[in-house]
């Protein structure tokens, strides 16, 4: 009797294991499709961006990851370092139509009547200007600037908020700037030490990085 007691808890804690370790692989999957998704957006704004450098005092950094102060991580989806100045760009590859404020804290989109909230994407781009602001200590705040495109077939539904655009608006967003803000040999500099700092990318980092979103701020 005590024996089959044992042969039967066995059987639900083997259960119960396999339950979870299905729960952790299946939100590991979910968070690496999405991840897949939005860098397919992020290819897009990526060429836009390469293409639109050819021409120009500019350079282009795409997915940097910085260690913070703290020790935690914070991933940069492309930096533009130029005479107009730098611009930190966030990519948003949605589709659906799109409603927001620039000082509402979420976000909604909706898909056939279906509703999902996320992040103010210039609260969450707010960040990483932050810490470029600190890494570039002797540079004005002004010349670093918050910009937040949408490369999906999204549509938004509220009035249109300043440095929030469409990926076909993107470089007209970049080119309103006067090109006095930085010389050519502070641009090196700027991409010098932004390539100094920056982490490795590998799939690990990357992932590990997406997970911290996930827990910190849901969708």
């Not at 590991?28 to 293409?51: D, M, P, Q």
């Not at 999204?154 to 608006?169: A, G, L, M, Q, R």
């Not at 590990?208 to 969708?219: A, C, D, N, P």
């Amino acid at each position: 009797m005590f024996e089959g007691f044992c042969k039967e808890s066995f059987n639900i804690i083997y259960l119960l294991i396999l339950f979870v370790m299905g729960l952790v692989v299946g939100y590991i999957i979910a968070i690496y499709r999405r991840w897949r998704f939005e860098n397919s957006g992020e290819a897009l704004v990526r060429h836009s961006l390469e293409k639109y450098c050819k021409n120009k005092d500019a350079h282009v950094l795409n997915c940097i990851t910085l260690r913070l102060e703290d020790g935690s991580t914070t991933q940069i989806d492309h930096i533009v370092v130029s005479t107009k100045g730098i611009f930190v760009i966030e990519t948003k590859h949605y589709k659906g139509w799109i409603f927001g404020n620039a000082r509402s804290k979420a976000w909604a989109q909706i898909i056939y009547k279906n509703k999902y909230l996320f992040q103010n994407p210039l609260f969450q781009n707010y960040k990483h200007v932050k810490e470029v602001q600190r890494i570039f200590e002797f540079l004005e705040p002004r010349l670093i600037h918050n910009i937040v495109v949408f490369s999906g077939k999204s549509t938004f539904k509220t009035p249109k908020i300043d440095n929030v655009c469409y990926i076909e608006e993107l470089i007209p967003t970049i080119e309103k700037y006067s090109d006095d803000a930085l010389t050519l040999n502070r641009i090196q500099f700027c991409v010098g030490r932004l390539e100094y700092m920056r982490l490795k990318l590998t799939q690990k980092t990357d992932l590990e990085h997406q997970v911290y979103l996930e827990q910190k701020f849901g969708r």
